[in-house]
């Protein structure tokens, strides 16, 4: 397994990868922790740096997420939420064929070991209000600000 920091706008990140794709980007990484960098590693944070500069809409890893078959169709239905675009729990229920599911949509979506890339943090409640994030409400809300000023400048 390797490992990476990346100094964010949102605070430091540790992505993690095994030999083959990225499998997890924790938030409130120490600046201090310890870093076995991979070629996968330096990848994803490079094209990180590029997200957070505005220049990256788009990720272009392998990815490999550890959770049940719910959750893992959950996450391939959040890929499809456009960069600037948000939806709500509801929608990702419906586009999954579970309309009813909407908090179990909820809770896989809090458990993506795989955030900003795997885009759950534009989801947001059907009343159009941020809901949770895992990390943290501020962190949702410089992320969704930050895609709607890139989406309007750049894309």
Known sequence: MSNQLI??????LNVLANNSAVTEIAFDA???LAQNPSP???QCC???AEYFAGERSEFELPLEMA???FQKTVWQALKQVGYGETCSYADIAREIGNPKAVRAVGAA???NPIPIIVPCHRVIGSSGKL???AGGLDIKVWLLDHEKQMDSANY
Not at 7 to 12: D, K, R, S, V
């Open 131 to 133: 809901t949770g994030y």
């Open 7 to 12: 100094n964010t706008p949102i605070g430091w």
């Open 30 to 32: 120490p600046a201090d």
């Open 46 to 48: 490079l094209q990180l």
């Open 40 to 42: 996968l590693t330096q």
């Open 109 to 111: 979506n809090g458990k």
């Open 67 to 69: 959770g049940t078959a």
